[in-house]
């Protein structure tokens, strides 16, 4: 007796290894290495529709496409939008490079490059099957944009801070152009800190989430908004320790 439940076509998996200005592409993961093809396109807008057009062509008749890339700055999400404003129903999964580094590392290979990456990235798709990247609304691409350039500003003012302090500086000229730079950062750290709370009031749905977030003890608008902006919604991850993986911070024993 035959189902009548639908079958899934299977998901053929592409691995892009990006750079700023390239990236490199190999399919499909459920190859053998040697069998894999790869080919390198440039990384902007313009080169997304030979890119979709020559995996298409490869591709079998009515297969999903899956790209499987890192979370390598603002390379993979540019990458992910210029795509899916194409071709909505490819499934992009942007990984923690920590967990696909360990992955390709298991493979055991000794030489490391952009092609092997690439090839790597498509195999761990083809095994791990990663969960789609979830796109950000427009005001949650704004707060992410905020929250993501305050933290480098406080990270680079922490930096500076500590070169300040912990070496001698045989120029004044030069100790005091250090000070005023760090001045600069505090201000427009909390520059941001501002625009931060006034977009959040601004938005019902972003400010409900912070509301719910700042009721757990501990948890102040900071914390909140930067877990909002890397970890999205929560409850695409059934376990907590999906949600630790995700995020890099899962425990590992080292014998």
Not at 121 to 146: C, F, I, N, Q, S
Not at 163 to 178: F, I, P
Not at 209 to 225: D, E, H, K, N, P
Request: proline residues 5%; contains cysteine.
């Amino acid at each position: 007796m035959k189902s009548n439940k639908m079958e899934v076509p299977a998901i053929q998996w592409v691995g892009i290894d990006l750079a700023k200005l390239t990236f490199q592409v190999a399919l499909w993961g459920h190859l053998d290495f040697p069998e894999m093809q790869t080919r390198s396109f440039d990384r902007t807008r313009k080169a997304m529709k030979p890119f979709l057009a020559w995996l298409k062509e490869q591709a079998p008749a009515g297969a999903r496409l899956g790209l499987v890339m890192e979370a390598t700055g603002t390379f993979a999400e540019e990458v992910a939008s210029w795509v899916l404003d194409l071709d909505p129903t490819l499934w992009v999964a942007i990984v923690n490079p920590g967990q696909t580094s360990a992955f390709i590392q298991s493979l055991g290979f000794r030489n490391k490059t952009d092609d092997l990456d690439a090839k790597g990235l498509a195999k761990y798709g083809h095994e791990r099957r990663p969960a789609p990247w979830e796109r950000p609304t427009p005001e949650m691409a704004v707060l992410k944009d905020l929250v993501r350039i305050r933290m480098n500003l406080i990270n680079t003012r922490t930096a500076m801070h500590l070169r300040l302090k912990d070496h001698q500086r045989a120029s004044k000229t030069a100790s005091s152009a250090m000070r005023k730079v760090i001045l600069s950062l505090k201000a427009q750290i909390q520059v941001l800190d501002l625009a931060i709370k006034d977009h959040v009031a601004a938005n019902k749905e972003i400010a409900h989430q912070v509301r719910l977030y700042t009721s757990i003890c501990g948890i102040a608008q900071v914390t909140a908004t930067t877990v909002m902006v890397e970890l999205g919604d929560l409850r695409r991850f059934p376990r907590s320790r999906q949600m630790t993986a995700f995020a890099g911070l899962s425990p590992k024993k080292n014998s």
